[in-house]
């Protein structure tokens, strides 16, 4: 029965996607957690997220009358090799992956179609009014995400873990997810995204979604006890009041004196003290199993300097280097530059890195045409607060190896590209 109903809506999609292309893409946005639902087509595996994205290309590309240099041509010459070289990477670790065909799965639905949907926005952004479409659709999943999290923290569902300090099992929210840090690698930069919107809001309307975005993702956040997600959104949010003149000063003061209010409470509080002083000096339970973990991990690359353990291979590849017998052995080793070198090899970081870099070297020549030229920059320096939350929450855990991420980093990328 399920199944007929995927297809009845997956049909009703495709229609749309003919008829108005550009909300099916606006859809898609909206709907990035239904990655959870899975079936198989001919015997391959598939999301319905993978088929949105797969039947608006199809769609397109009727439209264009099987024309894909329209879609491929719609990114600077520049991108649309570093999109070329990425899948290229991520080819060549499907070849030296343990499981090919856990490999080819995750090939297809981490680099391929997060490309193709890169590729389809930058071909249907055409407009401010077109953008602005896409980036509230994607903050209306933030929304109900957030929401929905909220009510699991009233009602006490969710799932719960053993903290280091104090000694108790407490709740973390999950959402629609499985798992707290999922929601919060998904909300923090999209709570990042909404105070720039709040900022270039038009009406009251716009204002109050807003806000409540805002509000209610930061504490999902703290529902999931998400503490990369909260760091990550700190300094991002503190990045976008450096970078942005006007809010500079306001923001230097704020950070002065929540350094001031956060030392007192340090040094006349025990119980904080107690709780802070491990995590600032990774000596809590959490702390030290990562650096386990990385240790681990660059011991594993060592030997394996320039193909890394290959797409999915790092569960498989890891049990001769793991020694913390007391927790498994992870999908990945939680560290963003680690994660990289161990699915892609050196090749894929390598690419990983320049892409990075090209990305702030766009931005921060966008941010100075527009000061010579005195025009509004804000939203571009809110771009790069969103690239600086994911890469700050990346240094503690994996902020694109899973569909809705990469859709996240790649539309960030494109919208870097478009304003």
Not at 196 to 204: E, F, H, I, L, V
Not at 331 to 355: A, C, D, R, V
Request: positive net charge; hydrophobic residues 60%.
């Amino acid at each position: 029965m399920m199944i007929w109903i995927i297809i009845l809506l997956l049909t009703i999609y495709f229609a749309l996607a003919i008829k108005k292309p550009v909300v099916s893409l606006a859809l898609i946005l909206f709907l990035l957690p239904t990655y959870q639902i899975r079936f198989n087509v001919f015997f391959i595996p598939i999301t319905f997220l993978e088929a949105m994205i797969l039947l608006l290309l199809l769609a397109t590309l009727i439209r264009e009358r099987v024309n894909f240099k329209n879609i491929y041509f719609s990114a600077p010459r520049r991108w649309r090799y570093l999109a070329l070289a990425w899948i290229l990477s991520a080819s060549l670790a499907v070849f030296v992956a343990p499981d090919k065909m856990a490999a080819l799965g995750i090939w297809k639905a981490y680099f391929i179609e997060p490309v193709i949907f890169f590729f389809l926005f930058l071909f249907y952004s055409q407009s401010e009014k077109q953008r602005k479409l896409f980036i509230y659709s994607l903050l209306g999943s933030a929304f109900y995400l957030s929401l929905y999290a909220i009510y699991q923290k009233f009602i006490g569902q969710g799932v719960y873990s053993l903290e280091a300090w104090p000694d108790v099992r407490v709740l973390r929210v999950t959402s629609l997810f499985s798992y707290p840090s999922a929601l919060g690698l998904y909300l923090a930069p999209l709570a990042l995204l909404a105070i720039g919107c709040w900022q270039m809001a038009k009406n009251k309307i716009e204002r109050i979604f807003l806000i409540l975005t805002i509000v209610f993702s930061v504490l999902a956040i703290i529902f999931a006890r998400s503490e990369g997600a909260l760091v990550g959104l700190v300094v991002g949010a503190f990045c976008l009041g450096i970078f942005y003149s006007p809010w500079r000063r306001r923001t230097i003061i704020i950070a002065l004196l929540a350094a001031i209010v956060f030392i007192g409470l340090y040094l006349s509080v025990l119980q904080i003290k107690n709780y802070l002083y491990p995590k600032i000096t990774f000596n809590d339970f959490s702390s030290q199993v990562r650096l386990g973990v990385w240790r681990e991990s660059i011991n594993m690359l060592k030997d394996n300097f320039v193909f890394g353990a290959g797409l999915a291979g790092y569960q498989k590849i890891m049990p001769p280097y793991h020694k913390i017998n007391y927790v498994e052995i992870y999908l990945y080793p939680h560290n963003i530059f680690l994660n990289f070198w161990s699915e892609l090899g050196l090749l894929g970081l390598i690419i990983f890195l320049w892409l990075i870099y090209n990305f702030f070297a766009l931005a921060r020549s966008k941010i100075s045409e527009a000061k010579n030229k005195n025009l509004p920059y804000l939203w571009r320096v809110v771009i790069i607060g969103a690239m600086i939350v994911i890469l700050t929450h990346g240094l503690v855990d994996a902020p694109y190896f899973k569909n809705d991420l990469a859709i996240i980093f790649w539309l960030i990328t494109a919208l870097n590209l478009t304003v």
